[in-house]
């Protein structure tokens, strides 16, 4: 099995991520968090905003509207350009994105020709690609006739810059400045797959950083981001062998630069976050369609213009996927004993601790046990078990990522201590139950 294999059979055993409608043979493209992937991807999430709204003086967060006035998406470009190119195979009619079988460098050459690519699958001849919109149709109103076409949006960009205005007269940021935001996007995509890694329905985390419209200063910014970004993987313990940047070949024509941070997996390397410089097209265009004024008015220097933005745009589901496979392991305990285990940083694991009596059927160790996990979950995510052997539930707690299991037994009940037992070294130490608390805070700075 590849590791994409072991992760979707992983996920789905211990409840991370689930087939969307799998009771009704599933919706292609969309995917369903279980108990502990609902977990994994709310700290993802927290861990961002913290990093990136909480602790900085510099950016503020908002949570914009999903459908938007149908005009966003004509002033953004997306009604007119937001399409990828498919190819269907002319002998088995399996379809494709064109740019995904052939090298970006050459589908953008005037060279091309699609004579020269054959069907993936079955060495079929290709058909000329021809583009499709990405973009998801809904129409508001219950009156025939009467209803509103729109879109859900393609991208929570724009749910940002249509703010701009709101942003800078209700708080009190000045450039360089920058807007936050987390949520849903939606894209029909042609070959959703691999995954949650390309789906219709999936959230997205970006930044906009608004900075003055000058280029020294505009890439220092984009330089600053680049590797502010990769070192937020590194911190939450991504391996840096996984980690790379990719400079995009073909850039937006309103664009100044843009590289992706890639994972890699399966022998290949995956899109995970794009940093992207994208001029002052947003506002300048909000403006232009909206005939509203986006300019800022810099107090210090009297100047008035329109801000550049610096994006960096990454996708939840992408990083619980990748964080996830970057934490699986097989390991050998002893000869043809193997143990899974999710090597999680503990500020992502979805439970933080779990909390056993060494036996089930011992009343007294039952209810010591459950009045130290009671006082814990009102901190934090705490698992409980009691069933079984205690090996077993090591292993079930290591399969779910669980940092910590302690252990209540007979010694408890003489001296007030349990047995910490880490998930990475499987080496196990005495704690107070009153310094509980702290041992666990401690490992989650
Ligand atoms: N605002 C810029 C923007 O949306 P993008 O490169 O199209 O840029 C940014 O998307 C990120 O969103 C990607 O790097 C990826 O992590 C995530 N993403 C995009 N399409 C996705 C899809 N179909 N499924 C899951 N995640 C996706």
């Known amino acids: 099995m ?11 055993r211990r409840g991370f991520i689930y087939q969307g409608s ?19 991807k709310r700290n993802i999430k927290n861990e961002y905003w913290k990093t990136m709204v909480q602790l900085r003086d510099d950016v503020v967060g908002i949570d914009a509207a999903i459908i938007m006035n149908p005009k966003v998406w004509e002033a953004s470009g997306h009604t007119e350009s937001f399409a ?7 002998k088995c009619h399996h379809r494709f994105r064109a740019d995904n079988i052939i090298p970006e460098e050459l589908f953008t050459s005037e060279n091309f020709k699609i004579a020269d690519y054959k069907c993936p699958d079955c060495g079929g001849e290709l058909t000329e690609p021809k583009r499709f919109s990405t973009l998801v149709e809904t129409y508001l109103g219950v009156i025939e006739g009467e209803k509103l076409k729109t879109y859900l949006r393609g991208e929570i960009t724009q749910g940002v810059h249509v703010n701009f205005k709101n942003v800078l007269s209700s708080s009190r940021v000045k450039i360089p400045f920058g807007v936050a935001q987390i949520g849903k996007a939606f894209r029909n995509e042609i070959t959703p797959g691999d995954l949650t890694f390309r789906s219709r329905e999936f959230e997205q985390m970006e930044l906009q ?3 003055k419209p000058e280029d020294e200063e505009s890439m220092k910014w984009f330089e600053f981001w680049k ?8 911190s939450l313990g991504m391996r840096a062998e996984n980690l790379q940047f990719k400079k995009h070949v073909k850039l937006a024509h309103y664009a100044k630069a843009a590289f ?4 890699h997996a399966r022998d290949e390397w995956w899109e995970m ?8 097209w947003d506002l300048s265009r909000h403006e232009q369609f909206s005939k509203q004024d986006l300019t800022y008015f810099d107090e210090e220097t009297k100047e008035r213009y329109t801000p550049m933005v610096i994006e960096t745009s990454g996708g939840v589901d992408r990083a619980t996927l990748f964080f996830l496979m970057d934490a699986y392991r097989e390991e050998e305990v002893k000869e043809g004993d193997v143990r899974t285990v999710l090597k999680l940083h503990p500020k992502l694991a979805p439970m933080k601790a779990a909390v056993f009596p060494l036996l089930a059927n011992k009343p007294e160790l039952v209810a010591k046990a459950r009045s ?12 409980w078990d009691e069933r079984g052997n205690i090996g077993k539930r090591y292993r079930s707690q290591d399969e779910a990522g669980t940092p910590y299991c302690i252990t209540v037994d007979f010694e408890t009940l003489e001296n007030e201590t349990v047995t910490i037992r880490d998930r990475d070294t499987m080496e196990q130490k005495r704690v107070k139950i009153s310094d509980i608390h702290d041992f666990i805070r401690s490992k989650l700075v």
């Not at 590797?227 to 590194?234: D, F, S």
């Not at 992706?260 to 994972?263: C, H, M, Q």
């Open 260 to 263: 992706d941070i890639e994972y």
């Open 273 to 280: 976050e794009g940093i992207h410089h994208r001029g002052t």
């Open 2 to 12: 590849d590791i994409f294999e072991k992760i979707t059979s992983l996920a789905k």
């Open 22 to 40: 799998e009771i009704y043979g599933g919706l292609a493209g969309t995917w369903d968090y279980g108990p502990l992937g609902a977990e994994l």
């Open 209 to 211: 950083f608004y900075v």
């Open 227 to 234: 590797e502010a970004r990769r070192q937020w993987y590194l």
């Open 84 to 90: 990828d190119p498919l190819s269907e195979c002319k």
């Open 372 to 383: 130290v996990y009671e006082d814990l979950k009102k901190d934090w995510m705490i698992a």
